[in-house]
C-alpha cells in the first residue's frame, strides 16, 4: 500500500510541479484544448447555462456539455467506490468530483471495527481524472467489513467489503453494458431489480458512457446512477470504445489512430486521455498478469478475479487486435462493414492480423491450468467472439459482416475460443445492444463454448436484430422455444454459430420495446451448471422468470462449454485425499492440452478422437502423471 500510495503521489506532485505557472497550457496540449474541460483547468469558473433551472432534454440544448452539475456540495465530492478483493488483496478506487485549488487532496480509508472506525489508509488524489486508490494486504475475506471513504471533515462515501461467497452454492454475477448516455436520468427499476437478484459480483462489459471528451463527468454520471449497487458488492469495469472516446477501437498494441473512428487501428486522443480512463475504471481490479505496457506506454490491465469459487480471466479483446483499414479489401461502405455477398471469407483472416495476441492467449493457457481457489471458470471481455446479428442500426440496413466483432480475423476467434475452451468456460460480454445466447463452433457447429452478450442497458444508440434473410430456423432449432430462429447459422464471416437466444428491439422509438435491459449468469458449483437469465429494463424480478425476455432462463452444463463429439472415457480419475482433483487430458502425439478442469466425483475424462492420453492430475494444478499411454479406438 505505501509503495503505490507513494508512487502515485509522486506522480501528482510532479504534474503540479510540472505545470506550475502554466495554467493556460491544455492538459492533452495544444491538439486537443477541450478534452475533459468539465474537470480541467479553472473548471469551477465555467459561466452558468443560460437557463439555469431548465430540465431534461431543454438543459441539455443550452450546454449539451454541461451533463452533469460538477460543482456539487462539499460534503459531496466523494462520489462512489468500486472494490474487488483476490487472493488477500483488497484494491479500491474512489472517483471524486473535482476539487478546488484550496481543498486538500488527501482521501481517507476507514474501517469500522466494533463499534469505532478506524483508519486504514490515506493516499492524494490524482488530479488527472480526479481518483484515489487504495491498495491493502492481508485482507480477511471470511468476513464483511463496513469500509467509508472521506474527504476532508463531512464527505464520505460508504458501502461494504463483502466476505467471499465461498460457501454459497450458487455464484450470481451481473453482465451488464452499454449505458447509453442520450438517456441520463438514473435506472430506478435496474437497480431495484438488481438490489434484490443481490448479485455477489456485477460485471459492467463497456460503454460506462458515451461522452467521448468528457470520461471523468460521464464516469461521474455512471458511477451516481449505479453506486447502491456498486458500494456493497466487487465490480469489474472495463473500457469500451465510447469510454475512451472513439466509435469503435481496433487498438493495435497501442499505435496512433488518424481518426476518431479508428479504422486504421490504435487509439485517437492521447495517451494520458487513455490511461486515466484505464486507470479510472480498472485500477481496483487485480493487478495485471503482465503489466508491461503496450505502445507509447498504454497501461494494460488483464486479469484473473476469483470470486466465491468462480475464476475470471478478464480480457482486453480491443487492445491488440488489428484495425482493418490498409490490411484487408475493402467491401462495403465502411472499412469495417462487409455487405457484399460474393466476397471471399478467406480474403479477410489474412495471415499477420491480430485478435487478443500472443501476451493474452499466454495468460489464457496459464489461466485454464491454474485452478487454485476455483471450482469454475468463466470469461470475460467487451464484445462476442462472433457475428450474431444481421441488421444494424436501422431496420433497413442489413450487413453481412461486421468486423468490430471479435468475429474477425476469424483465426485469433478461433486461437481464443480454442483456450476457453480449454477450462470449459463460458463467455460474458456486451457491446452489441443485442442480447443473445450462443454455442459457438470452432471446427464444426456446437464445439466451442457458449457466449452470453447482454443487452444494453438503455439501448437508444445503434440498435441490431438477429433476422435471416430467409426468416428460417438453422439445423437443430432449440426445442419449444418461443423464438422462430435458433439453431445452427454461419455468421457474415463464415464462423459457425448455434443461436439459443436472442432479444430483437420491437419498436426502438418506444424504450419499453427496445430491448433495454441486463444479463445475469448464476453459476451452480454443486451440479456444474450456469443459467443465463435476461431482464427487460422495465421488469419486475417479483413476477418470476417469465417477466424474462422470451428464450431465457438457459440453464448449460459447464461440461457443454467443450462441445466435441466424445467418442470414449478414460477411467475414473481419484486422488488420495482430494474430493474434487484438477484433472488434465492430454493427448499424445500432437501434446496437445484438450482440458483442464475441477473434476466433479466420479469423472471419467470424455476423448474426442482415437489415440493414446495421458492424464495429469493434482490438488490446484496437474502436477502428477496419473496415467500415459491410455488408448482410445474408434468405437
Known sequence: ???????????????????????????????????????????????EEPAQQAQGNQRRRNNPKRFIDMKVPRDEVVAFAVYTVDQGTLKMTAQLFPLMPDETREVRLEVKRGDDWTPLAAVDVIELGWSAHFRVEDWDST?????????????????????????KETIVVGNLSCNSSRTPGPRPRILENLLKQDPDLVFFAGDQTYHHTEHTAGWLQFGLQFRDLLKDRPVITIPDDHDVGQGNIWGENGKKATTGAGHDGGYFYPVKYVNMVQRQQTWHLPDPHDATPIQRDITVYYTRLRVGGVDFAILEDRKFKSGPDGKIPRMGPRPDHINDPKYDRKSVDVEGLTLLGDRQLDFLRAWSQDWEGAEMKAALSQTAFCGAVHI????????????????????????????????????????????????????AHGDGPYGFTSPALVNTIYGRWWHPLDEKAGPHPVPNSPLPWTGDFEDGLGNKISMMAYANPVDRSDERKRSDGYGLARFHKKTREVTFECWPRFASVDDGDGAQFPGWPITVKMSDNDGRRVIGKLPEVRLDGVAHPV??????????????????????????????????????????VQRSGYEISLP
Open 583 to 624: 484433472v488434465q487430458v492430454i493427448q499424445e502425439g500432437t501434446n496437445e492440452i484438450l482440458y483442464t478442469v475441477r473434476a466433479p466425483a466420479g469423472f471419467e475424462p470424455p476423448v474426442y478422437a482415437p489415440g493414446r492420453y495421458t492424464v495429469k492430475v493434482g490438488k490446484d494444478r496437474p502436477e502428477t
Open 1 to 47: 500500500m505505501k509503495s503505490l500510495a507513494s508512487f502515485w503521489s509522486c506522480l501528482a506532485l510532479s504534474s503540479l510541479l510540472a505545470t506550475a505557472g502554466a495554467q493556460e497550457e491544455p492538459p492533452f496540449g495544444p491538439e486537443f484544448p477541450k478534452l475533459e474541460s468539465l474537470a480541467t483547468g479553472n473548471w469551477w469558473e465555467q459561466p
Open 392 to 443: 444494424h442500426g436501422s431496420p433497413t440496413n442489413r450487413l453481412l459482416a461486421d468486423l468490430d466483432s471479435n468475429g474477425w480475423p476469424q483465426t485469433g476467434r478461433k486461437k481464443a475460443l480454442t483456450e476457453i475452451r480449454r477450462a470449459w468456460a463460458p463467455h460474458l460480454c456486451g457491446d452489441q445492444h443485442l442480447a443473445v445466447v450462443v454455442k459457438h463452433g470452432i471446427d
Open 143 to 167: 468476513k464483511d467489513v463496513a469500509y467509508r471513504v472521506r474527504h476532508g471533515e463531512k464527505a464520505m462515501f460508504e458501502g461494504t467489503v463483502r466476505k467471499d461467497p465461498i460457501d
